[in-house]
């Protein structure tokens, strides 16, 4: 650890690349839960996962009650995962009908394993105490919606992949509906400066059953070390090939200032790939993207910084 590290207590919450800035309000509210937290005796950990269960609970982001629908038009498939500097690693990834799964993936860090993913996920959840939940938003009713005609159409649903795709390797139950991706994240600083990660996703639509992105998987979707944490928001078949987290955190580590390892790190990937990044270090705090992107910064002064 370095000398003359500050230790103010901050929260950095992101509400997923290809948002919308109107949505900055749930991020700020997560943010200040987040401090909230800090300001009672919460560790960095605690203040991450409050400010991810506020933007799970808001209905509005592709997390927890918001998440996309899956292709079927009627399954959720949910990952999330928290790490922080003390060691604490949890994720699950693919768990359906549950309210919060980041709270399932903090109980996961509790196992003797740190990832669970589909049936054996969500019978965890039972077991730890978790009830049943399954609800779908009338937002996310819409978006499946024009989903299916854009599939249906000629326009492209996922860049660098045909439409077609999805029906040629289709493995749900039901037929497909048509013929021929926003997610959470926060990390976390506290007086004793430790650092955590929280994130939680619908995962991107259109996905076959089972699909896994990058927020459950360590150094790709999140980060935390000593040095810092990192939440990333994008395309994960693309976000796993470059272990973005990991690579950011890197960048901070070896002294590169937040912001600009927050840039480089989008700079990594062309324009059509939808990608945003989150860091806090020891010193400073970072976001980029490239797409609109909620978001919100608070540090235990509350002194508040909507956006970069
Ligand atoms: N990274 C998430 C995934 O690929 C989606 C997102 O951040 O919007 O599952």
Not at 48 to 64: K, L
Not at 138 to 155: N, V
Not at 242 to 266: F, N
Request: glycine letters at 14%; one cysteine or more.
């Amino acid at each position: 650890m370095q000398q003359n590290d500050t230790h103010e207590p901050m929260v950095l919450v992101h509400g997923g690349a290809g948002g919308s800035r109107d949505q900055d309000d749930g991020c700020q509210l997560a943010a200040s839960n987040g401090i909230d937290r800090l300001r009672g005796g919460g560790t960095a950990l605690d203040a991450a996962v409050d400010a991810v269960v506020a933007m799970e609970d808001d209905g509005r982001y592709n997390a927890g009650s918001g998440s996309v629908l899956c292709l079927d038009g009627r399954t959720v498939e949910m990952d999330a995962s928290i790490m922080d500097s003390t060691g604490a690693l949890g994720a699950v990834a693919c768990i359906q009908r549950v309210k919060n799964p980041v709270l399932v993936a903090q109980a996961v860090a509790g196992t003797p394993h740190w990832l669970l993913a589909g049936d054996g996920a969500e019978r965890f959840a039972r077991t730890a105490g978790f009830p049943s939940h399954h609800e779908i938003s009338a937002r996310q009713r819409d978006k499946h919606e024009k989903l299916m005609r854009t599939l249906s159409g000629t326009g492209q649903a996922t860049p660098g992949v045909a439409n077609r795709a999805f029906a040629q390797h289709w493995n749900y139950d039901t037929p497909p509906a048509f013929k021929p991706c926003d997610t959470v994240g926060a990390v976390a600083r506290d007086a004793q400066g430790r650092f955590a990660v929280a994130c939680s996703t619908g995962g991107s639509a259109p996905s076959l059953l089972g699909r896994v992105g990058d927020t459950p998987i360590i150094g790709s979707g999140f980060y935390a070390g000593e040095q810092g944490a990192v939440a990333v928001t994008g395309i994960g078949e693309h976000i796993v090939r470059r272990l973005l987290a990991h690579t950011v955190y890197q960048w901070i580590a070896d002294g590169m200032p937040a912001q600009e390892a927050a840039d480089k790190g989008v700079a990594l990937f062309p324009d059509e790939i939808d990608v945003g990044i989150i860091v806090l270090g020891r010193r400073d705090a970072g976001s980029a993207s490239n797409r609109e992107m909620p978001f919100a910064q608070m540090s235990g002064q509350m002194s508040e910084q909507v956006g970069k």
